[in-house]
C-alpha cells in the first residue's frame, strides 16, 4: 500500500482533492490520510463541502484557524510535523497556493517524505502575492509536479525543474466540476433567489488588493452601479470581505444598490448551480476562470494578471483589471462582443484525479523494483 496524507487547508482545496480521494480508493492501492489544516475553517460550510462532494470525514482536523502568514505558517508546520513522524508516509498531497501548501510540503521535504503538488507551475509573476510566494516555493521542493496546463509546463522548464518530475495531468478542479454539474441542476437556488436563467451576473471578491483597500474597493462598488444598472448582481459574501466592508465603512454604500444582492455563502452545488445559469461572472477567484471556461459563461477577472491564461486564449475569460474605468469598458467590451463557448482545454476532461493516481502507482513502483548490477539481469 502507498501510505499517504492529503492535505486541505482551504475551501478551494476541497474541490480540488475531492476527485483525488475518490481515484486513490478506487485503486485498492493506498491508505490515505485526510488532513484539513484548519486554515480555512467554518463548521456548516466545511460540512457541506465534505457532504456534497462526497469527500470522507477528515481523519485530522489541525485547527490552525486565522492568523497572518508567519504565524498561520508556523502553526501550521509545527502541528504537522508530529502527524507526519506519527504516519510515516511514503506521500504528502499538497494542492493549490494557500498556506497550508507550502508549510506542510516544507515539512515532509525536512523529514525526507516526498511531496506532490497538484496544480504545480502556475504563475502571475507578481511577487507581491503571498499565493505567489507559495507556488514558486512548493514547486522548488516537491518530487512531483502535477500541471493542469500548458503555462505550467512553459513556466517549470524555465525554472530549470528536472523534466522527470512534471507531469501534466489536466485539472481536477474540472474533474469536480464535471462530475457534479447534473446534481447541481436540482439544486433550488434560482427559485430561492427569484432569479431567471441567464438574467443576472454573479460577483465573487476575496483578494487583498480588491478588499483591503478602501479606494480598491470603492472603485469596484462604482464599477458595480453602471453594471446593475443592467442586470442584477449576486454577490455571496466571503468572510473575510465581510469583515472588511464593516472595518472599512462600506456598509452603506452597498446597502445604497438595491441591484447588489448580497447573500451568505454558498455549498458547491447552489453555487455551480448560479454560476451556470448567469450571463456574466465577475471574480478575482482562479478557480471560477478555469470553471466558466468549461461551463461557456462569460468571465472577467477583476486582476491585473491571471495565473491560469488558458482560460483566457481558449476560454470565456476576459482581463478586466481592478480599477472604475477598466471595469466599465471590459464589461461594455463582453456585452459588445461576448465570448463564444469557450473549448475545453487539453486533458480537462474529468480524468485528471486518475491520471495522478496512475502516476503515483508507477512512481512509487519504480522505485521498489531492484537494482541490477552491471551484467545481472532480473
Known amino acids: ?213 478602501a479606494v480598491a474597493f470603492a472603485g469596484i462598488l462604482d464599477a458595480l452601479d453602471v453594471i446593475t444598472a443592467d442586470l442584477p448582481v449576486v454577490f455571496p459574501l466571503h468572510p473575510r470581505t465581510r469583515s472588511n466592508i464593516r472595518r472599512i465603512g462600506l456598509e452603506d454604500r452597498i446597502r445604497d444598490n438595491k441591484r447588489l444582492m448580497v447573500v451568505d455563502p454558498l455549498g458547491y452545488l447552489d453555487f455551480t448551480r448560479l454560476m451556470d445559469n448567469s450571463a456574466l461572472v465577475l471574480t478575482d477567484s482562479g478557480g471560477m476562470q478555469e470553471e466558466t471556461t468549461i461551463l461557456g459563461v462569460p468571465c472577467m477577472t477583476l486582476r491585473e494578471n491571471t495565473v491560469r491564461p488558458v482560460t483566457i486564449t481558449q476560454g470565456t475569460n476576459r482581463l478586466a483589471g481592478c480599477s472604475k474605468e477598466h471595469i466599465i469598458a471590459a464589461y461594455r467590451a463582453v456585452c459588445e462582443n461576448p465570448p463564444p463557448p469557450g473549448l475545453a482545454p487539453d486533458l480537462w476532461d474529468g480524468k485528471a484525479a486518475d491520471r495522478i493516481a496512475a502516476c503515483l502507482i508507477d512512481l512509487q513502483d519504480r522505485q521498489l523494483q531492484p537494482v541490477c548490477s552491471i551484467g545481472e539481469s532480473v
Open 1 to 213: 500500500m502507498i501510505k499517504v496524507l492529503s492535505v486541505c487547508g482551504a475551501r478551494p482545496n476541497f474541490m480540488k482533492i475531492a476527485p483525488v480521494v475518490d481515484a486513490f480508493e478506487r485503486t485498492g492501492r493506498f491508505e490515505n490520510t485526510i488532513v484539513h489544516t484548519g486554515q480555512h475553517y467554518d463548521e456548516n460550510m466545511s460540512r457541506l463541502f465534505f457532504d456534497e462532494l462526497g469527500i470522507p470525514k477528515p481523519d485530522v482536523n489541525l485547527e490552525i484557524g486565522s492568523g497572518s502568514h508567519a504565524s498561520q505558517t508556523a502553526g501550521i508546520m509545527k502541528q504537522f510535523e508530529p502527524l507526519c513522524l506519527e504516519r510515516r508516509p511514503d506521500w504528502v498531497i499538497v494542492v493549490g497556493d494557500v498556506n497550508s501548501t507550502i508549510a506542510c510540503s516544507l515539512v515532509a521535504v525536512k523529514l525526507g517524505i516526498k511531496v506532490a503538488h497538484i496544480e504545480s507551475g502556475l504563475r502571475s509573476f507578481d511577487r507581491t502575492m503571498p499565493e505567489e510566494i507559495n507556488r514558486v516555493l512548493t514547486d522548488a521542493i516537491s518530487d512531483a509536479l502535477f500541471v493542469t496546463e500548458q503555462s505550467g509546463l512553459d513556466n517549470l522548464r524555465r525554472e530549470g525543474v528536472a523534466e522527470e518530475k512534471v507531469h501534466f495531468v489536466g485539472n481536477v478542479m474540472i474533474d469536480t466540476l464535471l462530475r457534479h454539474r447534473a446534481r447541481a441542476r436540482d439544486s433550488r437556488i434560482l427559485t430561492e433567489l427569484s432569479l431567471q436563467p441567464k438574467s443576472y451576473a454573479v460577483l465573487t471578491l476575496h483578494r487583498p488588493s480588491n478588499v483591503d483597500s
